[in-house]
């Protein structure tokens, strides 16, 4: 990871390509801002929240799938205060 990698975010350092994978794995393929509706492993919560938040501007929601994953929804971007509405 370069300095070039790193952005700065209310003081705090955020890896973009890690914040990027994350959300490559629970966006919809086909189209970014929408609605996101994804399985993820549990230790992933806290980054895939990150992601969500960084890329739609929303608040996304988990509840328990089985004993290694979790659901995650958000609103998406389109549908987000950030949205092209």
Not at 20 to 36: E, G
Not at 69 to 76: L, S
Request: with cysteine.
């Amino acid at each position: 990871m370069t300095k070039a990698h790193l952005i700065t975010c209310r003081k705090k350092h955020i890896d973009t390509d890690l914040i990027d994978s994350c959300f490559r794995m629970v966006a919809n393929l086909y189209d970014w801002k929408a609605p996101i509706n994804s399985i993820i492993l549990k230790e992933d919560r806290i980054l895939v929240l990150q992601a969500i938040a960084f890329y739609t501007a929303t608040c996304p929601t988990f509840t328990v799938f089985d004993d290694k994953h979790y659901r995650v929804k958000a609103d998406g971007y389109r549908l987000g205060p950030a949205g092209d509405h």
